[in-house]
């Protein structure tokens, strides 16, 4: 993987979702952020993904139906 | 003899303790566990039925669980066992994948579609739909999208959902970017082709 003297904003969106798992090392950390910090193109895309995240964890939400929870508990073994 | 009947007693009593604990705590998981399944199948049915059978053999197999351990992935990797078994459709291999694009991607074209081309990152995403989010989940590979689902939307460790899949850690951590990356790309062609 190249360095960020190399491409820095091709290296950070390499490591955006290791950066957003939280998986990187300190070190690796650091050096993400002081790009980002300077970066408002990659900020921009970090911050968006973060959304991103947040938007598809809501979409994806449903309720589990209230009869599947009581076929559940019927499913016990009788005491 | 009264006395090995008392210790008899004892234990079949500790040991129905014991297994009620386990199915209330089973049951309390049941909501995650459904939300879960929801989106590794296509349809409701499909997901009731799931949870249904992995909760009669959790009940049954009860004893094979150690407690202390993580029960919710317990759960989980019979729910997905018996997903595979169900025989779902099979899928071309991973490599034979079309290659999907960074994950700068989709910004990149929700910012191309924008009249102006200034749009706000954190306010984007509501240019999506509810309808386009779950269709484009459900358009990601099975072996791609069980991980995504169990990471990003069940919130298990890479650890965990190695170990529900029965797959080294490396193939989640893999799986998980290019299935993130086939969702985004999936996100895109909704997203420039809805008209907004």
């Known amino acids: ?79 | 003899m009264g006395e090995t009947e008392t210790d008899g007693a004892r234990r079949v009593a500790a040991e129905a303790r014991n297994r009620v604990r386990f199915e209330e705590e089973a049951l309390e998981l049941s909501d995650q566990v459904y939300r879960v399944a929801r989106r590794l199948v296509s349809t409701r049915e499909e997901a009731e039925d799931l949870v249904q059978e992995t909760y009669a053999r959790a009940f049954r197999s009860w004893r094979s669980f150690t407690p202390g351990t993580n029960l919710r992935a317990w759960l989980l990797r019979i729910l997905t066992n018996l997903n595979i078994d169900r025989g779902r459709r099979k899928q071309r291999a991973p490599d034979e994948q079309p290659l999907e694009e960074g994950d700068y991607f989709l910004y990149n074209r929700l910012e191309q579609a924008s009249r102006d081309g200034n749009v706000d990152e954190e306010r984007v995403v509501e240019r999506l739909s509810q309808d386009d989010i779950v269709g484009a989940l459900s358009a990601v590979p099975h072996d791609f999208r069980d991980v995504v689902v169990l990471v990003d939307l069940g919130d298990f460790s890479y650890q965990d959902a190695a170990q529900i899949l029965d797959i080294p850690i490396g193939t989640v951590m893999s799986r998980l970017h290019r299935g993130r990356r086939i969702l985004k790309r999936e996100l895109a062609e909704r997203a420039t082709t809805g008209g907004t």
Do not use: N
Not at chain 1, 17 to 45: F, I, M, N, T
């Open chain 1, 1 to 79: 993987m190249a360095g960020y003297e190399i491409d820095p904003c091709e290296k950070c969106e390499e490591v955006m979702q290791p950066y957003l798992d939280r998986v990187l090392s300190e070190a690796e950390v650091h050096e993400a952020e002081e790009h980002l910090a300077g970066c408002p193109y990659c900020a921009k895309r970090y911050r968006f993904e973060e959304s991103l995240r947040v938007f598809v964890r809501k979409c994806c939400d449903e309720q589990m139906p209230p009869e599947l929870k009581q076929k559940l508990a019927s499913l016990r073994t009788p005491l």
